[in-house]
């Protein structure tokens, strides 16, 4: 036997909503010929057929819920690499760091002027030594 | 010997002007994310409807009052049912958001901290006393436009690396989520609507019943206003419907034009789905207050 998809089951609820709201259409429009026991009869029916479709709208809604896990474990993993993307971003501004420090390095060599040059490699030993600092797993 | 050094100098200066220039006008093409920001925090921020789980498990208590004892057993087992689903209904829609929410970091980027770091760039630069004015400017320059240009050109592969990857998934939960609202949840308030006017009905309907003209115009007014509460959470399930709707219509516009994100015209062209996508989120915020 195939199993009951969710738009089967969401279907299935439907017909059991349905059919207790022409029950109680049926019951008021004919409550002059009911007794008052066929009356409170009927109503017990009415609601055991609301619940039992309140049921399988439950129903039908996890057996959605357990077909979404597979896309949803695939959202989650480009969640985790958009978020990772984001933490490369911080890193990669040391990286530009040491790439400015190298420039103002690259400039002062080009300039010809040896004194220059003393800034520059302090500038160049503060951002290589911040990389290897935050990428040292014990600080 | 000192006139050709000045002549060096001068030279590479101009050398790094230039190339400042070349990269300033390959920056120029580049990129404002704005739409996408907008885009994706609207989302981040209507995609989660806390109301919508809370209904639908706090249904089941509401409908007590329109049930004789006797189904209350009945109730409270499918309530238990309703609460192990909780976890999992929260999670798809956290989910869109947590997505979204990434989508945005990549498209605001943290120019700040760039700039600061920049700053301190222009302090060295001003401490190197034995660069020339225009070296400085050179090297300066350089260092913001690779700073920027690189980071730009980053965040804009990054993006569409996420949007292509994640396009699919995202348009598999939010279906899923939309299935759940329009065939689950909407169909379930209709049934406590059935309830509440049954109830209401047999009030004033049941044989033998004696003719209270007070009490009757009471339950009519209590009938009325028992259906308007449903009614408005069935309106706030079909808003939030609606919105989900529209997300996956924005992000299946940046998945179909992706290569073009970033470009000066795509913003303007994105703009409707942004505005479409804000009309629903207040629509919903409307019905939710």
């Given amino acids: ?139 | 010997m000192i006139i050709t050094r000045h002549i060096s100098a001068a030279s590479s200066g101009s050398r790094l002007i230039f190339a400042a220039l070349l990269l300033a006008a390959s920056l120029s093409g580049c990129a404002s994310f704005k739409e996408v920001r907008t885009f994706a925090s609207l989302s981040a921020n209507a995609a989660t409807y806390d109301a919508l789980t809370r209904d639908y498990i706090g249904a089941l208590d509401r409908r007590k009052q329109y049930q004789p004892q006797k189904f209350h057993g009945d109730l409270e087992t499918m309530k238990m049912r309703r609460e192990a689903q909780r976890a999992s209904l929260d999670l798809l829609q956290q989910t869109v958001t947590n997505y979204m929410q990434g989508l945005g970091s990549l498209a605001s980027g943290d120019i700040r901290t760039f700039d600061r770091s920049l700053d301190n760039l222009s302090s060295s630069l001003s401490d190197a006393t034995l660069l020339d004015r225009s070296e400085k400017e050179a090297v300066g320059a350089l260092s913001t436009l690779l700073a920027r240009t690189t980071t730009t050109l980053y965040r804009q592969h990054e993006m569409k690396q996420l949007i292509r990857d994640g396009n699919q998934p995202l348009q598999d939960v939010i279906a899923a989520t939309r299935k759940i609202v329009k065939r689950g949840i909407v169909a379930d308030l209709q049934t406590e609507s059935a309830l509440a006017g049954r109830y209401y009905d047999n009030f004033m309907l049941a044989p033998d019943n004696p003719v209270e003209p007070v009490a009757m115009a009471l339950a009519k007014e209590a009938r009325v206003e028992a259906l308007a509460r449903v009614d408005n959470r069935i309106r706030g399930a079909q808003r939030y419907d609606t919105v989900l709707d529209e997300i996956a219509a924005g992000h299946q516009y940046l998945y179909d034009h992706r290569d073009r994100i970033g470009q000066d015209d795509f913003g303007r062209q994105f703009k409707p789905a942004v505005d479409e996508l804000r009309a629903a989120y207040r629509s919903l915020l409307d019905v939710s207050r």
Wanted: aromatic share 6%; charged share 20%; glycine share 6%.
């Fill in chain 1, 1 to 139: 036997m195939e199993k009951l998809t969710p738009d089967d089951a969401f279907e299935l609820g439907n017909l059991f909503r349905d059919a207790a709201i022409a029950l109680g259409d049926w019951r008021i429009k004919n409550r002059a010929s009911l007794s008052q026991s066929q009356w409170a009869e009927l109503d017990d029916r009415e609601i055991k057929l609301l619940n039992a479709a309140s049921g399988i709208y439950t129903n039908a809604i996890g057996l959605v819920l357990t077909e979404s896990q597979t896309s949803l474990a695939r959202l989650q993993s480009s969640v985790k690499n958009a978020k990772s993307a984001v933490r490369r971003i911080a890193i990669f501004k040391q990286v530009l760091d040491l790439a400015s420090a190298l420039i103002l390095f690259a400039g002062a060599v080009t300039s010809g002027n040896v004194a220059g040059i003393p800034a520059a490699v302090v500038a160049l030993e503060d951002a290589a030594a911040a990389i290897v600092e935050s990428s040292d797993p014990e600080s």
